[in-house]
């Protein structure tokens, strides 16, 4: 799935404006769309992909409102990858922790998707949404990290940690663990994509937690982590690893 952060509003425009689209583009006014205002110079994220967008409000610091549009092309498998890379990119390249969103009543599609993407009921509203012509309530939903945490394979954790093992040549490597695979496999994904500090958070939290050995940010520039074998160092999207001396 190729899916690019963008900060010009021309494909979102295009897309919310197409005919097959717009009559389900809820609480906006009348008239052709333009998100530029909503994008050009703020901390809102625009996602484009082959056949949509993906368009979070920012609110407040790692809290997002999430907006989905999908092209008559891409609704059903691709819509559901879509929403699968998308919430990949908030959670692990942006400061991200929870990202909600409003489902008018009548919405059946975004409500299944929604759904389908592990998102829980939080509330609803008061009938305050224009959609399809009516004022309808919205029901609220909210999908954590923790909770999105829970999706994400820990193929990449396993493999990470092979690597790890052949590097390493003191001390005994600790049992395969999927749930570590999984924590680590995020937490080297937020590093890779610039989240340094909130990478060594969410490992940390999970080591505090399970009576594990935490890790130490060292360094920025490069990002150096300092963990209980030796120090991995971040750069030109290889990681390397530096025993202890």
Known sequence: MIIERVTSANRINAILNHPAVRPDVADIAAGVIDMSEKIVGTENVCLIGEY????CFKFFTGTYE?????LPEGRGVWAKQFAVAGAHYMFTATDCVEILTRVPEGHVAAAVLTRSMGFRVQFSTPPECLFRGRRVPCTIYALTIQDWAMSVSDEDGAM???WLNRQVTAGKPHDSDPDHNRIVSIALDMIKAG???KGVIWFNRWAAACRHEGIILIGLDPPRVRFDAGM????????????CH
Do not use: D, S
């Not at 949509?52 to 368009?55: D, H, K, L, N, W």
């Not at 999430?66 to 999908?70: A, D, E, F, L, W």
């Not at 991995?232 to 025993?243: A, S, Y």
């Open 232 to 243: 991995l160092v971040f750069e030109n999207e290889q990681i390397r690893f530096e025993p």
């Open 66 to 70: 999430v907006h989905t549009q999908i």
């Open 160 to 162: 990470f940690h092979e």
């Open 52 to 55: 949509g967008a993906f368009f």
């Open 195 to 197: 989240q340094v500090g």
